[in-house]
């Protein structure tokens, strides 16, 4: 049974830092690219960065370029957010997902091309 499960979210203050996490079981990552999405409320669900099957590139969403990062730990089939400078705009239920029929990234980054999702987490940045 493939699953995602996303931690790390919660309540920070503008200008503060987070790391999420995604965890995947029955799926490895090493062969499909996996992205991070993020939905603010009332708002389309958004694709934040994408990262390759290799780990070795990344397509970066305007709004969090130079302050989000994405990056992976095959050995244990997670992938990983790190969040800095946060803004009240990024706040939203972060989700990653699968694609599993490509190992490349393309932009923009398009959440009908994504297969398995998981839960989600609140991320939440206020004063």
């Known amino acids: 049974q493939v699953q995602f499960v996303e931690s790390g979210g919660g309540l920070v203050q503008p200008g503060g830092s987070l790391r999420l996490s995604c965890k995947a079981s029955?799926?490895?990552?090493?062969?499909?690219?996996i992205a991070w999405f993020r939905q603010a409320p009332g708002k389309e669900r958004e694709g934040v960065l994408c990262i390759t099957g290799s780990g070795g590139g990344t397509n970066d969403a305007e709004s969090v370029e130079g302050r989000f990062t994405i990056f992976k730990d095959n050995a244990k089939n997670t992938v990983y957010l790190d969040m800095n400078n946060l803004k009240p705009e990024d706040t939203g239920i972060y989700y990653c997902?699968?694609?599993?029929?490509?190992?490349?990234?393309?932009?923009?980054?398009?959440?009908?091309?994504?297969?398995?999702w998981g839960q989600g987490t609140q991320v939440t940045v206020s004063s």
């Open positions: 997902a699968a694609n599993t029929r490509r190992s490349f990234c393309v932009t923009p980054i398009m959440r009908h091309e994504y297969d398995y």
């Open positions: 029955g799926f490895t990552l090493d062969y499909h690219a």
